[in-house]
């Protein structure tokens, strides 16, 4: 497991995501695989940045893991902001019209129908949030 912590700002994005571009590429994972990946993971960062923290900002760490045995990697999400568990809200009606649906919940849905699967935990006074997706046969 690898992992990196950055200022939870919209302005540290492009960073957070060439780490882990360079890490599934290391990996050699495929670009289709990837940009799911850059989907969940633009989404799921833009939100730390946007809502977890106060004006005073904070941090967020991305870990990074690879299970050889299956295929799967993982990217976990750690902030210190204000308890949210994004998979609580029902996923938005698709087949409505945007103005029948409503804001919101839209970038999480998009983000979950990337990954294969994704799991919020909250402990120790930290949002834990992990997206799992295979990117190799074996």
Sequence with gaps: MIEQTFDATI???????????GWLESLGCGIKIQMQID???DELFTNIA???????????????DFDETT??????????????????KPDPDVTLSAEERGIGGLGIYMAKKAVDKMEYRYENNQ?????????KEV
């Design 127 to 135: 949002n834990i949030l992990t997206v799992y997706k295979k990117i």
């Design 50 to 64: 946007s809502y977890a923290y106060g004006p005073e900002g904070g941090k967020a760490t991305l870990q990074l």
């Design 39 to 41: 989907l969940a993971l």
């Design 11 to 21: 302005a540290c994005f492009p960073q957070a995501s060439m780490f882990v571009d």
């Design 71 to 88: 295929g799967v990697a993982s990217v976990t999400f750690i902030d210190s902001g204000m308890p949210y568990d994004p998979l609580a």
